[in-house]
């Protein structure tokens, strides 16, 4: 699984606004809907929301460094898909380092897919982890330019 199957086009937004994780999280899962990563005759936003909030609650997926990885496994679901989102605003988010998230990811997995969960919540995160990428991200003229940086090969590049 590589993030060029994780992030669809569509499913990249900048300047996102929210102010507060559950507009954020409602946001996000409209998103999901609206890029075709979730198809909205199975599963609701609402759904999406409540499976995400229910995560939260054991625990914040605020990584830190400004970085978020909500996450949440759902029944209906096909395969892993991601959403990402620049904040407009840096959110209040609970994070491990107390920093406010303005950089936010939410994976959705299918609700019998732990494996392919967990290998698409850590190439994420080692994809976030990186200070250049977050930076880049930060910066980033679009939302094409996000893709790219989102679904680069890097290990094409790491010569």
Do not use: W
């Not at 609970?94 to 997995?109: F, G, K, Q």
């Not at 990186?130 to 003229?141: H, M, N, Q, S, V």
């Amino acid at each position: 699984m590589n993030t060029e199957d994780l992030f669809a086009m569509g499913c990249v937004t900048s300047d996102l606004h929210a102010v507060s994780k559950k507009q954020l999280f409602q946001e996000m899962a409209e998103l999901a809907i609206q890029c075709g990563a979730i198809g909205a005759d199975t599963i609701k936003s609402r759904d999406i929301v409540s499976a995400v909030s229910e995560r939260e609650r054991l625990g914040s997926t605020g990584v830190g460094y400004g970085v978020a990885i909500p996450h949440a496994r759902l029944e209906g679901l096909s395969k892993v898909r991601a959403i990402f989102a620049r904040l407009e605003t840096p959110l209040d988010y609970e994070s491990i380092d107390e920093r406010p998230v303005d950089l936010v990811v939410l994976l959705l997995a299918p609700a019998n897919a732990s494996g392919d969960h967990l290998k698409a919540l850590a190439q994420v995160s080692r994809l976030l982890r990186r200070e250049d990428i977050r930076d880049k991200l930060r910066t980033a003229p679009n939302i094409e330019a996000l893709h790219v940086l989102l679904t680069e090969d890097r290990k094409a590049n790491a010569a």
